[in-house]
């Protein structure tokens, strides 16, 4: 289906794959965004392209492929993509035997990783807590990239590589279909009204407001976190890889095979039932600038309020100065953010409300991970179909 009008709403992560997969197909592409800048998830992450954490299977794989793109993006845009690979920390028995289950089935799974003892853990990032530290799991995937840098790059990049027209400060208000071939109209706050072959919609709120009633029967669920960042660390002292720690083995769904995960989880819950409370789980990334990236927490649907706890940051910091230990601890930022979860397994919620028009919304955390594997999926099976 070469040289198609596709319209994507939405120029974050998700927006950006998707116009880019487009792009390279040889479609015309606009992307339309309501803010002068992209401002939500994909801004007030950590920057971790995080495959290990991805379910082994068709997400782990889509997670790689995600991971070959951003690499070809760094090469292609300019943009920094540091192939930093990550080490989940054990201070507790129960943490390392999770590791060690994960490490022995970590091959057959698909998984690129090995176990470090605490000396190897030492020699490969000096941020480690050396105090009761048993050893870690270091993987070779992880990419670590700057947030809001990358995703003004990447439009920048699309508008000049591609040709892709970027309206920025621009709302759309409605998209219905017109004529018997089925182009889509789609009507925005400039008050234009452009027909396109394909529409993608990857923003959570333009989806609540453009289809409703999908939004309300597709359970997605809101969910609030709490990051913060120290300033660049002096005479250009690095972390080294991303660094986890043990309560991060309770968070992502890769580590649910391995049975002696329920030890772990139930000393969490009898010892810190506070950090199950506010989702609290740990972990630091280091941009290009040397500033760290801390957090996060997790508080979900009608817990949610607009005031940041000071408990969840003290709690965050507390469970950091546990695994790791930075020159400056000097907290330059902080923020919150929100994402969308998709009910059930799947880390997408993906929907057609008109034919043509495409939702793709609510990557629950894992957009920048995901985003390019998700949207090189997406146009495959559009041009089989």
Known sequence: MPGLNVGVVGAGIVGLAHAWSAAERGHRVTIFERSAKARG???????????????????????????????QLGQAAGIWVNPCGSIHLAHHAEEWDVLREFAAQAEQLGFNCRRLNADEVLDRTPAANPKNLLGGLFSTTELCVDPPKAVQQI?????????????????????????????IRLESSRGRHEAFDRVIVCGGDECQTLFPDAFAACGLKRCKLQML?????????????????????????S??????????????ARESPELDRFGIHVMAAQNDAGEVILGDSHEYGEDIEPFDKTEIDELILRELRKIICLPDWTIAKR???????????????????????HICTGTGGAGMSLAFGIAERAWRQWESA
């Not at 660049?232 to 769904?253: E, K």
């Not at 580590?255 to 969490?268: D, G, N, P, T, V």
């Open 41 to 71: 998830a994909s801004v007030r992450n950590f920057g971790m392209i995080w495959p290990i954490g991805q379910p082994a299977g068709i997400w782990h794989q889509t997670a790689l492929v995600s991971r070959d793109r951003w690499l």
């Open 155 to 183: 439009a920048t990049w699309l508008e000049q590589s591609f040709s892709v027209r970027l309206e920025f400060e621009t709302d759309i208000l409605a998209l219905c279909h017109i004529g018997a071939n089925q182009l």
């Open 229 to 253: 960042k120290t300033g660049p660390q002096a005479s250009h002292w690095r972390i080294g890889p991303h660094l986890a720690s043990g309560l991060t083995l309770r968070h992502y769904r």
């Open 255 to 268: 580590f649910e095979s391995c049975a002696s995960l329920l030890k772990l989880r139930e000393r969490i």
């Open 335 to 357: 923020w919150h953010g929100y994402y969308l979860k998709s009910p059930g397994g799947a880390p997408i919620f993906e929907a057609e409300p008109l034919p043509g028009v």
